[in-house]
T-cell receptor, first 115, second 112 residues
């Protein structure tokens, strides 16, 4: 079965541009998470979806970051007016249901480079 | 608030030697604890998890970890390292349903 997929695998953009990062979770998984992993650091929580709604967006660093999951499956992380400090690997994870013991399955990530 | 500290950003062992990767946590509620492994250009893969049952947890690839409340630790061990164990290892703690707090990671190198 397919795991979590993320596209593109790499994205290079210029400062000030808008980018969209896509996540396809495992089929049937209702919970979806976005993390950001900077060089030499562990993943940092950004936002959590349960179904179509963002249940917790407390990790989004500022209002330039936004994520949607309109049909409760695919999610898109959107970054406006990108800054060099946004350069990182953006990870997506999904799990079959909410609950803190449930395993999160991670995708390979999208490496974003802002020049 | 929950947090994780991984002692040692790099650990190097010889093939066949004991692997010990250290993790200490801070949590305001009884924690759920996880170890993940990340191979180059791949997503994180769950090695094992502690969810308030047995304090000694066995995972995949021969790894195990012991939850010690008195020491607020959840160290990862493997009796005999294999070359294929070379990777980045992350400890994580989870209080609620939503986010997972990860440590900064430990890169394991295995020498032949």
């Amino acid at each position: 079965g397919a795991g979590v997929s993320q596209t593109p695998s790499n994205k290079v953009t210029e400062k000030g541009k808008y980018v969209e990062l896509r996540c396809d979770p495992i089929s049937g998984h209702t919970a979806l998470y976005w993390y950001r992993q900077s060089l030499g650091q562990g993943p940092e929580f950004l936002i959590y979806f349960q179904g179509t709604g963002a249940a917790d967006d407390s990790g989004l660093p500022n209002d330039r970051f936004f994520a949607v999951r309109p049909e409760g499956s695919v999610s898109t992380l959107k970054i406006q007016r990108t800054e060099r400090g946004d350069s990182a690997v953006y990870l997506c994870a999904s799990s079959s249901r909410q609950g803190r013991s449930n395993e999160q399955f991670f995708g390979p990530g999208t490496r974003l480079t802002v020049l | 608030a929950q947090s994780v500290t991984q002692l040692g950003s790099h650990v190097s062992v010889s093939e066949g030697a004991l692997v010990l990767l250290r993790c200490n946590y801070s949590s305001s509620v009884p924690p759920y604890l996880f170890w993940y492994v990340q191979y180059p250009n791949q997503g994180l893969q769950l090695l094992l998890k502690y969810t308030s049952a047995a304090t000694l947890v066995k995972g995949i690839n021969g790894f195990e970890a012991e939850f010690k409340k008195s020491e607020t630790s959840f160290h990862l061990t493997k009796p005999s390292a294999h070359m294929s164990d070379a990777a980045e290892y992350f400890c994580a703690v989870r209080e609620g349903n939503n986010d997972m707090r990860f440590g900064a990671g430990t890169r394991l190198t295995v020498k032949p």
